[in-house]
Structures are given as structure tokens and as C-alpha cells.
């Protein structure tokens, strides 16, 4: 049992990180299939928005990887203020919206009330966000136009 403490995955729920893995396989494969478009030539071309997602991804689980390696005293001693700091973000950008009165969609508008930027990055103008009847009519219209094609 000594030996096993000092493996990088010592405490790891194996089963757990293999549904991580899946599943954010499965996102990407979902992105992939929603903004391929069969005129490009190279499938594997990081000038693709599925292709920086997948560079994003390696970025994630090598990062994953260093913090297993570290150990687990400076884990924890990082860990939990960082989620902290994120939700209290998150909640003093909802708290701010709510006092002035903002009407907002998603996270990402209540952090941009408080005056900090948000990055985004270029996809689909197909790809909507269905929040009102006339964004399920505009789904719709896309949806014949895609099949017309």
C-alpha cells in the first residue's frame, strides 16, 4: 500500500477520469461535426475552429498531468481558493446585474457588466443560441437551407 502512495494516480477515481475523457471526446466530436464543412481540403488543419479546440483540449489534460505530478499539500493549498475566487466572480458579476437592473443571457454578459473582458472566439454564424420563439424560426430557416443544399 506504500508503494501505491506514491503513484501520480494515488487517489484518482480512474473510472471518473475515464468519463472526463469520454465525454469531452464526445464534445469534441459533436463541435467537429457541427462546423465541419465538407469544401476544406484538410480536415487536420489548425486553421479550424474544431482543430483549436482540440489544441485547447491537449493544453487542458497536459495541464491535468502537472497537477497530478505536483503534490498533494500544494494542491490543496491552491485549489480551493481558485474555485472560490471564480464563484465569488461569478457571483458578485450576478449580484452586480441584479442591482442595476441588467436583463442578461449568460454568465459571460454579467462578467462584461462588471467592466472586465471576455474573450470569444470566431464560430458558426449557424450557430445560435434558441432563447425566443423568433431564434427557434430562425433555427428552422436554417435548418431548410441546409437541407436545400
Avoid at 487542458?60 to 474555485?83: N, S
Wanted: glycine share 6%; hydrophobic share 50%; proline share 1%.
Amino acid at each position: 500500500m506504500t508503494a501505491n502512495r506514491h503513484s501520480i494516480f494515488y487517489g484518482v477515481d480512474l473510472w471518473t477520469v475515464l468519463l472526463y475523457v469520454l465525454i469531452v471526446l464526445a464534445g469534441w466530436v459533436s463541435i467537429t461535426s457541427a462546423s465541419y464543412d465538407e469544401g476544406t481540403a484538410d480536415i487536420f488543419s489548425f486553421s479550424h475552429f474544431y482543430m483549436k479546440q482540440l489544441m485547447w483540449i491537449g493544453v487542458a489534460w497536459t495541464t491535468a498531468l502537472v497537477v497530478l505530478l505536483l503534490d498533494e499539500r500544494f494542491y490543496h493549498m491552491f485549489a480551493y481558493p481558485a474555485y472560490f475566487a471564480g464563484l465569488a466572480l461569478l457571483l458578485g458579476a450576478l449580484q452586480n446585474a441584479k442591482q442595476k437592473g441588467l436583463t442578461l443571457t449568460d454568465d459571460c454578459s454579467a462578467v462584461e457588466a462588471l467592466g472586465m473582458t471576455v474573450l470569444l472566439t470566431d464560430g458558426s454564424e449557424e450557430n445560435i443560441k434558441i432563447t425566443t420563439p423568433l431564434d427557434l424560426e430562425i433555427a428552422e430557416l436554417i435548418l431548410k437551407r441546409r437541407e436545400e443544399t
